[in-house]
T-cell receptor, first 110, second 114 residues
Framework: DAKTTQPPSMDCAEGRAANLPCNHS???????VYWYRQIHSQGPQYIIH???NNETNEMASLIITEDRKSSTLILPHATLRDTAVYYC???????????FGKGTRLHILP | EPEVTQTPSHQVTQMGQEVILRCVPI?????FYWYRQILGQKVEFLVS????????KSEIFDDQFSVERPDGSNFTLKIRSTKLEDSAMYFC????????????FGPGTRLTVL
């Protein structure tokens, strides 16, 4: 089973920052937080991952709390093309497989 | 940018028939995976493959399923005798290394079993 809890859906206005929360209160010291998204029946797409420190790339920022029990994915300027299901995933450093939960369905509103 | 490709995009078959789903992983990747997603449900791990052998498989991946890397580029998933409940999107993925690493997913093959 997925080790994370996410809201089932969220709305965000186009052009605004989308902040997607994730709880992973049972995360252990060697487990990373990954984010993927799936745009309508396409293959999942990697977004970002982190261990302890906040991370930023060209797609998003990942903010991990100091106790690592929760994190937030930030899409700084959401566009309609960001409408997708966003998955927060916890993976150990030896875990090959990805265990997907139900994710958060993000609707970007024009 | 290199990407994982899958063929066909849609496969329709009769129950009991064999199907082979094909994937071309990214060329310098060494680890390969199959996942499936039944309509409206979660993406589920099926199998991981490295160095020409299965490294891990899920309970879903029973004796009806097999994987193969027949040459240096293709990675295939065979379902020996399809059942109605095998209808799903099947996604191939690959990664440079195993363990904690980014997996790149293909666009999927939609399998419909009639």
């Amino acid at each position: 089973d997925a080790k994370t809890t996410q809201p089932p859906s969220m709305d965000c206005a186009e052009g605004r920052a989308a902040n997607l929360p994730c709880n992973h209160s049972t995360i252990s010291g060697n487990e990373y937080v990954y984010w993927y998204r799936q745009i309508h029946s396409q293959g999942p797409q990697y977004i970002i991952h982190g261990l302890k420190n906040n991370e930023t790339n060209e797609m998003a920022s990942l903010i991990i709390t100091e106790d690592r029990k929760s994190s937030t994915l930030i899409l700084p300027h959401a566009t309609l093309r960001d409408t997708a299901v966003y998955y927060c995933i916890v993976r150990g450093n030896r875990d090959d497989k990805i265990i997907f939960g139900k994710g958060t369905r993000l609707h970007i509103l024009p | 940018e290199p990407e994982v490709t899958q063929t066909p995009s849609h496969q329709v078959t009769q129950m009991g028939q064999e199907v082979i789903l094909r994937c071309v992983p990214i060329s310098n990747h060494l680890y390969f995976y199959w996942y499936r997603q039944i309509l409206g449900q979660k993406v589920e791990f099926l199998v991981s493959f490295y160095n020409n052998e299965i490294s891990e498989k899920s309970e879903i991946f029973d004796d009806q399923f097999s994987v193969e890397r027949p040459d240096g580029s293709n990675f295939t998933l065979k379902i020996r005798s399809t059942k109605l409940e095998d209808s799903a999107m099947y996604f191939c993925a690959s990664s440079v290394t195993g363990g904690n690493n980014e997996q790149f997913f293909g666009p999927g093959t939609r399998l419909t079993v009639l």
